[in-house]
């Protein structure tokens, strides 16, 4: 609900919407689904850095929560 509720009243500047479609192997699913991985702990590992390094970065008043989606799923029958 809040995802429908933010796309209709949060201005495209302040949001990211994208997608890609892809046909991939086996072997470059594993390495996307990997690297997907290791983006999700980058992104957690520099707001952790960001924090540390600057006690006050995180005064709730000014920050926003924001849900991040990463996704990869086959839309047709899986061949390998």
Same mark, same amino acid.
């Given at each position: $609900? =809040?995802?429908? !509720? *933010? &796309?209709? *009243?949060? #201005?495209?500047?302040? /949001?990211?919407? *994208? @997608?890609?479609?892809?046909? %991939? ?6 390495? &996307?689904?990997?690297?997907?991985? $290791?983006? /999700?702990? $980058? &992104?957690?590992?520099? !707001?952790?850095?960001? /924090?540390? /390094?600057? #006690?006050? @970065? ?5 920050? *926003?929560?924001?849900? !991040? +989606? &990463?996704?990869?799923? +086959? %839309?047709? $029958?899986?061949? =390998?």
């Amino acid at each position: $609900e =809040w995802a429908a !509720l *933010s &796309i209709d *009243s949060t #201005p495209a500047h302040l /949001r990211d919407i *994208s @997608s890609l479609t892809l046909n %991939v192997s086996k072997e470059e699913f594993d390495h &996307i689904k990997l690297r997907a991985a $290791e983006f /999700r702990a $980058e &992104i957690l590992d520099f !707001l952790k850095a960001k /924090r540390t /390094r600057l #006690p006050d @970065s995180h005064n709730q008043k000014d920050r *926003s929560l924001y849900c !991040l +989606n &990463i996704q990869f799923f +086959n %839309v047709t $029958e899986i061949k =390998w």
